[in-house]
């Protein structure tokens, strides 16, 4: 990931708003939600929600497709673990630190 990309991400996330559409998405999982259904569990106007879906879409955080007539957005987890890992794999590179050990999921 080269830098550009990731302070658009970094830049996107920054918004409140925008923030807690892309964590609702992450929680949804690999069937995401339809936007709908995510407008109404975040009690957004549609127009303000296809305003900061539009950003998290641009930086490749969300995708969208449609089922019928159904728009249903999606985390794009490549993109968010291109991101996390952007910011640690250099952890203390110029440092005399030991690096955390990684976590295992839960």
Do not use: F
Not at 32 to 40: F, I, N
Not at 58 to 66: A, E, K, S
Not at 72 to 86: D, E
């Amino acid at each position: 990931m080269d830098i550009e990309k990731a302070a658009a991400q970094l830049e996107a996330l920054g918004n409140v708003t925008r923030l807690r559409i892309y964590r609702t998405l992450v929680r949804a999982g690999e069937d995401g939600l339809a936007v709908g259904r995510l407008q109404d569990k975040l009690d957004i106007p549609a127009s303000t929600l296809s305003h900061h879906l539009k950003r998290l879409i641009d930086t490749g955080l969300v995708v969208q497709d449609r089922q019928a007539t159904t728009l249903i957005s999606r985390a794009n987890y490549n993109g968010m673990h291109g991101l996390v890992g952007y910011l640690v794999d250099e952890c203390c590179a110029d440092a005399n630190c030991v690096k955390r050990p990684e976590v295992a999921a839960v």
